[in-house]
């Protein structure tokens, strides 16, 4: 069975995983995490794209971010797992792959599922057991987007940047979203979204997005898909209008 092409769209914000090979880890000391994270950021100047939030975990990697251009995020993993993996190879003394071959994606609905995928993102080591408190955990984007504490690689999204909230206001919101544990439904959604490569979304967000790429892209069960009419307007036109 071929595999699914990913769906990658400037200006839209997408969910990104890679794995560590078989699950294996891809972190083995401390110091590999501000390795990864100068080479994160030097593929992000690269690339122009914006990360929003992020996770450095023993053996995956989560990032949230919004490209500039469709191909943008592919030339990003490319660039940075490349120069991770040389980095991790000569220091180990070791050779092979690093991560596994396919990282996973899905497109998120900024207005409705943006906050959610980040507290999901942010919340990993806690669900891992690794820490009681996200800010606890050193390898985030939680101390930044909660605590208000610098970090070079963040570019918040306009959503975050609240226009009648100030900085400690804005920060205070956020962390209280991280009281309550995530509803189980949003995360099986997500999770869902990610492994069958589907944009995190619903209703007109999806609508728009299956117009653009021609195709159906909703999660939804096994059944005879609905027609999809090839797109009348450009790329970027409807991207706009998301």
Sequence with gaps: MPRRPRIHLPGVPIHLVQRGHNRGA???????????????????KKTGCALHAYVLMTNRVHLLLTPPTGQAVSQ????LGRRYVQYINKTYKRTGTL???????SLVHAEDDLLTCRRYIELNPVCAGMVDDPAAYPWSSYRANGLGQPDALL???????????KAQARQAAYRALFRSELDKEALADIRLALNQGRPLGKGRFLDRIEQMIGRRCEVRPRGRPRKIGRPDVT???????L
């Design 155 to 165: 570019r918040p999204h306009a959503l975050y940047l609240s226009p009648d909230r």
């Design 99 to 105: 991560w596994d071959s396919r990282y996973k994606s």
């Design 76 to 79: 990003l993993v490319i660039s």
């Design 26 to 44: 891809c972190f083995f000391t401390e110091e590999d995490y501000p390795a990864y994270r100068a080479w994160l950021g030097e593929a992000l």
């Design 235 to 241: 790329e970027q036109q409807q991207v706009l209008s």
